[in-house]
């Protein structure tokens, strides 16, 4: 019987014409009747084969009686066709087995007969095919007499619909202008005491307005401050949820402002790929004592909390998926983006504590306003930054991309004291040493945890801009090694895994997919559902690999593949 049954799935191959597409999901769904069209052909073995239109691209499924099959065809000519022939049963692998069939002369007289030859065996057979266009049904048997005749009925197999998403959002290769949006200044996010939240600095003289500050630093008292950013929000009705990018600025946490061209500039290039953008403003200010430069960077580490628990607040309102927030900055803004990300109430570096600035100021968690839920932040932008203990990388894994000028005495290069290079030491009296972004990789790259160092050979301090503040070579540089940093965490997550009972079944891990669909290298999809799809592979395969491609909540693009050994 099982040798009947081979039979008769071969003569299929040498009867399928152009044949219509069916849905992958009705692949266990045979039938033994097929209902056929005005134009059917009917083939008998006398007639030559010749199928012009057979597609020699495509699987076919089907069933002979109650057995199911998958075929290929990969030759035909006038007397022969080869081909490969895949019983359907209960395992992951289904078995290839070839087959020919030729069509020979019997007599001086022309008649045709047509033979098999499979398994070393040659056998007479004779059938009646009818033939439509992507329908076949009929009977074959062999020629001995009484031999039981076999009814079939076959289509083309095609996989589900399969097509990968063309969205550029967030891409190193979205065009900077791809979206249009809009600015939204002066957006309060919370209430704080401290001496200012922003002083607009002239580079060229900027250490001539830091003694000078400092000098009139000493009588300054304490107010109440708002604290503000400025947001830039795509114009993008496709996507509800966008990642956000909070970029701080720099200034030695006595100058700076969050409309500094450095800041604006970038927010409108990450707005306008689709980034909710954000700049905002921390406490500034200090005075030539011990610890009071310290609790200015304890209070901006405060407020940049803030300004995260502020956007996790109002996610709804500005379309943020808050789980892909990103922060970044410049020199004392990257001090504090490092301290947002690592430092816990917990683990205060020494230097903090030995000035009491958690009993003077209160948790890192709740200055500023009564938002209480912190987002947890995706990766770091580490520009010229640095931080007082290492340890406190330990307790987070969260990846840093970091650029530092190697001949930087403002912000440490490796480990030192801030402002090296002034003769009054002030850097080593006030503020004590520093680990700059060197240590902070090599810290990282001992912990495991994802991070890219970029040194800017031969720079000094804040390489990204000219004498007048304005953007350079470099800044364009960091730009889109930020860029490239940033989506590949937006893209880190999700994968495709096996079901542990059912193995031919396969799923998609990932939280934030809005749609997508599946590809099959290699094996045939019989099933698919909402969140699944069941596979059965061939044994022939070269290649077996199972393709999910679509878009996540946020619109960026995905393409994950499993290889099946």
Not at 56 to 70: A, C, L, Q, R, T
Not at 99 to 110: A, L, M, N, Q, T
Not at 285 to 297: A, D, H, R, V, Y
Not at 505 to 519: G, V
Request: charged share 25%; net charge neutral.
């Amino acid at each position: 019987m099982k040798f009947k049954l081979t039979l008769c799935l071969i003569i299929i191959a040498c009867l399928v014409a152009s044949c219509r597409k069916k849905d992958a999901s009705k692949a266990e769904e045979h039938q033994e009747e097929i209902e056929l069209g005005d134009d059917a052909v009917v083939i008998t073995p006398d007639k030559g084969f010749t199928f012009s239109k057979i597609d020699f691209n495509n699987y076919y499924v089907g069933e002979i009686n109650d057995h199911s099959y998958y075929l290929k065809i990969d030759r035909i000519d006038k007397d022969h066709i080869v081909g490969r022939y895949y019983p359907v049963t209960d395992g992951l692998v289904l078995t290839v087995h070839s087959f020919e069939i030729e069509r020979k002369s019997v007599d001086d007289k022309g008649d045709k007969e047509c033979i098999l030859c499979v398994k070393e065996e040659v056998i007479p057979i004779k059938f009646e095919i009818t033939v439509d266009t992507g329908k076949i049904s009929g009977w074959l048997a062999p020629t001995t007499p009484g031999s039981e005749a076999w009814h079939l009925a076959f289509e083309k197999y095609v996989e589900p619909a399969y097509r990968e998403s063309t969205s550029p959002r967030y891409t190193p290769n979205c065009p900077s202008n791809y979206l249009s949006f809009q600015k939204k200044s002066d957006v309060v996010y919370g209430n704080a005491k401290g001496f200012w939240t922003s002083k607009p600095i002239h580079h060229e003289h900027m250490r001539k307005q830091l003694i000078q500050g400092l000098g009139q630093s000493a009588g300054a008292k304490r107010k109440n401050l708002e604290l503000k950013m400025d947001l830039y929000l795509p114009e993008d009705s496709a996507v509800k949820r966008r990642p956000v990018i909070m970029l701080l600025h720099g200034g030695g946490f006595f100058f700076g402002d969050k409309a500094a061209v450095t800041s604006t500039e970038w927010c409108e290039h990450f707005a306008s790929i689709g980034y909710v953008a954000v700049s905002a403003n921390y406490r500034l200010g200090f005075k030539l004592t011990k610890g009071s430069i310290q609790q200015c960077e304890y209070e901006s580490i405060q407020d940049a909390h803030a300004a995260l628990r502020f956007l996790l607040a109002h996610a709804d309102e500005y379309g943020i998926d808050t789980n892909n927030i990103f922060i970044g900055g410049t020199s004392a803004g990257s001090i504090t983006a490092l301290g947002a990300a690592f430092m816990t109430d917990q683990n205060l570096p020494a230097i903090f504590v030995d000035r009491n600035l958690r009993e003077t100021c209160g948790s890192l968690h709740t200055s500023g306003n009564n938002y209480r839920r912190s987002p947890r932040i995706k990766a770091v932008a580490n520009m010229w930054g640095a931080l007082y203990d290492l340890k406190e990388l330990d307790g987070r894994h969260i990846p840093v991309v970091s650029f530092h000028g190697t001949a930087d005495n403002t912000v440490p290069y490796d480990i030192g004291y801030p402002f090296s290079d002034l003769k009054t030491k002030i850097g080593e009296r006030l503020c004590g040493t520093m680990y700059g972004s060197v240590a902070i990789h090599h810290r990282l790259d001992s912990l495991h945890i994802r991070n890219q160092f970029y040194p800017i050979e031969g720079a000094s301090h804040a390489p990204y801009e000219d004498k007048s503040g304005k953007p350079n070579e470099i800044y364009r540089f960091i730009q889109d090694k930020i860029q490239k940093f940033f989506y590949d965490e937006i893209n880190r997550d999700g994968s495709i895994v096996q079901d542990t009972k059912d193995k031919k079944t396969y799923r998609l891990l990932m939280s934030d997919a809005s749609w997508y669909n599946w590809q099959v290298e290699g094996g045939f999809i019989t099933h698919q559902d909402k969140n699944s799809i069941t596979v059965v592979w061939r044994s022939d395969a070269k290649k077996r690999t199972i393709t999910a491609s679509g878009e996540r909540i946020n619109g960026s693009a995905f393409k994950i593949n499993k290889r099946k050994q």
